[in-house]
């Protein structure tokens, strides 16, 4: 591996099969016959926290799932998330009654949930066992990449916390609401993250050790960030700001806009754009092959989405165009 951080990496990999036998993911067996395995690859992210200082190497041990038939080796795949929108109006409910935010993460979420089908896979790159080549890994439990890893983690989480006395919003499936007496928690899940808001510390610390004990977590205590959002929460004045500053940075870096100067205005009353300003020559057309515009439209619409709706018209109007977008779009 060659990377500045190849230590932290291979420290993440080793992390990441320590996790598999833990969770009892696998079985070694010998390949049956006419059967085909499916492939796996190392996928490697840096988890970025205030400021953009990088706090977890994160790795990720994932099949090749394009190569799987649905009907014929899985059968269903959806699996609900939490809305931003609801995520902000429980975070404003949390400022209004100057309730505590906390936040939890759990480690390899997808290993959690069981799998029905009997499926076969590579052992894994720098992982393969001494004398053991031909054998493959025979699945037990979820894996990321699988199609049906999601759903299958959320039916297990799902009813993991009911039993704890927790009730599903029926309008948003991955919100929970638990009260007794007059102790309010409520626990929102996004995949792997889980935020905790209530109204009592000790019922709030009760369970986290409870999903602890349940579910490999990570306490990380007061939430702070969310989906690469900074929560800035002032409890004086019980508000809470939403910021996506680093963010932001990162998209201007990734399309080399960092130094550009900036406007007050996200779209100018003078500027007109149209479906027919579109590449007129050889010349336009290679020089728009080399700008990423529709990646970029998509930089803009999470930040959009999320906390900037300032930039609603003016991304609206950019996002019509990326079809066949020209010079002057």
Not at 78 to 107: G, H, R, T
């Amino acid at each position: 591996m060659e990377d500045v951080d190849c230590c932290h990496w291979q420290k993440a990999m080793q992390s990441e099969i320590e996790s598999m036998f833990n969770n009892k993911v696998w079985s070694l067996v010998d390949l049956p016959k006419g059967i085909k395995p499916i492939g796996c690859k190392w996928v490697y992210k840096r988890k970025r926290g205030m400021g953009g200082k990088v706090e977890t190497f994160k790795v990720r041990l994932v099949v090749k799932g394009c190569t799987r038939k649905e009907g014929i080796i899985y059968q269903e795949s959806f699996s609900p998330v939490a809305m931003l929108k609801s995520i902000k109006i429980l975070l404003s409910i949390a400022a209004s009654l100057d309730l505590e935010i906390w936040q939890m993460d759990v480690k390899t979420a997808f290993l959690n949930g069981s799998l029905d089908e009997s499926i076969n896979m590579m052992q894994p790159e720098g992982f393969i066992e001494k004398g053991q080549v031909e054998r493959v890994y025979k699945l037990q439990k979820s894996i990321y990449g699988l199609k049906q890893a999601s759903r299958s983690w959320n039916i297990r989480f799902d009813q993991a916390v009911k039993g704890f006395g927790f009730i599903q919003n029926l309008d948003e499936p991955c919100v929970y609401k638990r009260i007794k007496g007059d102790k309010l928690v409520f626990l929102i899940l996004y995949v792997d993250d889980i935020l905790l808001i209530g109204n009592d510390v000790g019922v709030l610390t009760s369970i986290k050790e409870w999903l602890a004990k349940k579910i490999d977590m990570k306490d990380l205590g007061e939430a702070s960030y969310i989906l690469g959002i900074q929560v800035i929460k002032d409890r004086k004045n019980r508000t809470i700001a939403l910021s996506q500053a680093s963010y932001i940075d990162k998209i201007l870096s990734m399309f080399t806009m960092q130094d550009s100067k900036k406007g007050m205005l996200p779209f100018r009353h003078e500027i007109k754009l149209y479906k027919e300003q579109v590449p007129k020559n050889e010349h336009e057309e290679q020089f728009m092959s080399k700008i990423p515009y529709a990646s970029t439209v998509r930089s803009l619409m999470y930040a959009m989405l999320c906390t900037r709706l300032d930039i609603c018209f003016a991304v609206g109007i950019v996002s019509r165009l990326q079809s066949k977008p020209g010079p002057d779009h």
